[in-house]
């Protein structure tokens, strides 16, 4: 029997497949398996060519694979797209009545999906619930897993399309298991325990929200927007406010002043988006404001693909903003990573007080994952602020006094009894404007220098594979991390380790350093095509690696392909 | 009880004298000792200009942030601390140039914050370029053959955009302008104050002797209709031989933060966070 199979439902945007791509999950969660899913899709509401890809495994799985073992077409574009990325032994569903389609070919498996789904409902708009059937019905699940999760998924709906959708799951089901050839694509389940689903950006939305985010203001921009969806649905039942800005450079500036004011704050876009907000990140970075920004990086410049994904934004979020200032930028390549990532991404913000950025991208954003239910024990919330019982206290306030560590005591305003100033010109202890050297000299050496010592200390190390005499060793950021990893453990004639960066800034120099000093042969792998980490490595190291895979076509890196690569490397 | 020498900060103030903007400053001085609150619970937020540097001088709060970009700091503050009361000082070029499309985003959400313009018609920090609203012919180093853009009405804007309280004020007459001031602070939602402000300096036509002949008042005799959407345009519109000031347009209606509910709860900033309780959350992600 099969460890893992791949499943993938092609058509058109407006068919519903998002939610029907969900749905299986659950399914197929709920059922005892491991899964990750993944979606491709055009940056049109309607028409084009969609995709939702799902693989499922008896261990944990983290990255797409090159080719599917079932894939439904719901469209007949869907079968010219998805015809050469069949496994070998895999097939193609489709309605050759509705799609005409009269080509004879082995990989075919005919259903008349859209008569049934108009003979049951009454429209062809159940055929995806159909769909849902014939793949569980193909792939061993107990119907009553189906009904159960198809049940959940249309809660809400009237009781007649719930129950059409139902019967629509149903026939397709018991088609697939009436006509196609029996277990030949089940697989073991393990009875995974209990676990989340969720994709990266639903983690990030609550992680800041386990972190006491009480302002989140944006201005849509795939793929960061389901961010402030999540934020939104939330808000009520944390008192959070979410603001859809006129701009990112409103979005930006709200965020600060809402933290100025005390409220812990972040906003979410897009590169094109973050390019506007680069003169909001210089205003915290001088005046000490903290702020935590999402930068869910697509393929660029500027609007580039709007809905795939990439890591090209790299040099950019290292340099944005004019003038010296200290940040931290995190690159989290897990669900896991981005949920505890951003919690920390708060912790650093207040005890810096300095801006802090999340590196993402559709990949990790869109993709989703069964993982280990959150330890919220874990989350520890230290606000860095003067208290408001305190507060009553506070004499002779200096929003900017020197102190040996760079981070001056911060208080609100209407909490002390003072009055404080904050200012974006260069400015003195008290936050008045100053053209003063000596004053500009020290408050350079308390915003960058001093914090920025205090921050290395902190940096999230690097993780490590396998690494100890490997023939290879693989280094990413983001959300290379589970191909990368899953790589590793598949290589079957070498052995290859794998270092990844969860942070990317400030960069871990010693600890990097230590482990590329001795490895055979190292080998960078990034979506982007400047090779921006091995750059940052070789500036910060010294180090220049042996090579640089690099992808920039829009796709994250596929396991098989990536296999194929290190072999011959 | 709060007295104007309270008010005072030991900052060097860096304008030129005879400035406009000493008027607007004394008048805004008066205006807190009139309010009653203690500074600690006002916030000024600027943006950069001649005009933006104005927090300095008066001891309250102060978020001297980026050119044109005060309002929607100011919004949020607000939002996230509902107990402040949240001011804005600004120029024409800062507020009607660069933050003119958070000009009109912040007069659609209609947030509780005052906003005052120190409307000099000039660029006056960047040495005497044209603003929005400078009268066209004005010639400058940069517009030497004149201006020949037609004037941002930023009044008659806000008022078409549904702002609740819309006035004009002038520098010079200090006591009418604190009372337009506090006025536009009682006023629950964006108040604009647009300050007519003699730049001695680069605008040698706007001059205080200029306006001296021009500026009348419109409220002192009770007769005009300020909540008149049609009147106010008509009187916005004015400008010329004559040139009202008093409250053009007034109209209450609900603020933002009582649109989105925020009156109904403890104030953002209030809220304790160490111990948010997320696990309700993950049960639908299972
Ligand atoms: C992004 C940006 N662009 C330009 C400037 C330069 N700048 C400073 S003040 C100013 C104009 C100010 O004019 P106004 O708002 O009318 O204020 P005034 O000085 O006349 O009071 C400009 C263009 C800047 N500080 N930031
Ligand atoms: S340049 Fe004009 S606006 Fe600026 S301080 Fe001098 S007089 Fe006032």
Redesign the interface.
Known sequence: MAHERTIKIAGEAGQGMQTIGLALCKIFKDAGYYLYANQDYMSRIRGGNNVFQLRIADKPVYAPRKNADITIALDRLSVDCHKDSVSPDGVIILDRDRFAVTEENILFRHIPMYAMAKEIGGSELFVNSLACGVLTGMTGIEYHGVREVLKRTFAGKKEEIVEKNLQAAEAGYIFAKTHFKQNHFTIKSVNAK?????NGN?AIA?GA????C??Y?AYPMTPSTSIMNVMAH?AK???I?V?Q???E???I?????????????MTGTSGGGFALMT??LS?AGM?ETPIVVVDAQRPAPATGLPTRTEQGDLDFLLHAGHGDFVRAIFSPGTIEEAFYGTIKAFDLSEKFQIPVLIMTDQHLADSYVNID??D?KRIK?Q?HIIS?EDSGLVKDYKRYQFTESGVSPRA???W??????????EHTEE???TESSHVRTMMVEKRFYKKAAGLSKETENPKTFNIQGADCVLIGFGSTYGVLKEVCELSANRSVGHIHLPQVWPFPVAEVTGLLKNAKKTIVVENNAGAQLSKLIRRETGIKVDTSLLQYDGKPFNLDYLLEQIEKE | MLEAKDLKS??EIAWCPGCGNFGILNALKQAMVQLGRE?????L?SG?GQAA?L??YI????????HG?A???????????R??TVLVTTGDGDCYGEGG??F??AVRRNPDITVIVHDNQIYGLTKGQASPTTDPGFVTKFQPSGVVLEPLHSLQMAIVLGAGFVARGYSTEKDHLSWLILEGIKHRGFSLIDVLQPCVTFNRKNTHEWYAERVYKVNDDGSYPSGDKAAALHKAAEWGDRIPIGILYQMQKKSYEEN?G?YD??P????P??????????KE??
């Open positions: 209990e676990s989340l689903l969720m639903e609550l929200i386990a972190a006491g009480k302002f203001s939330y039942d944390f008192n406010v603001e800005a006129e701009d450079i409103a979005a500036n709200m965020v600060i002043g809402a933290s100025f004011a005390g409220v812990r704050s003169e909001g205003l005046t239910i959150f919220l919330i606000r408001k609100l305003p209407s002390i009894n003072e009055v404080f100033y904050a200012d974006s010109d936050g008045h404007i | 030991n900052d500074p600690k619970d006002i916030l937020v950069i540097k927090p300095h001891k309250c709060n102060c978020f001297n942030g980026l970009r309002l929607p700091v100011a919004t949020a503050a607000k939002l996230a601390n107990q402040l499309n958070h009109i985003h989105i925020l709860r403890i953002l900033v209030e809220e966070i160490e111990n948010t309780d997320i696990s309700g959350i993950l992600f299972i």
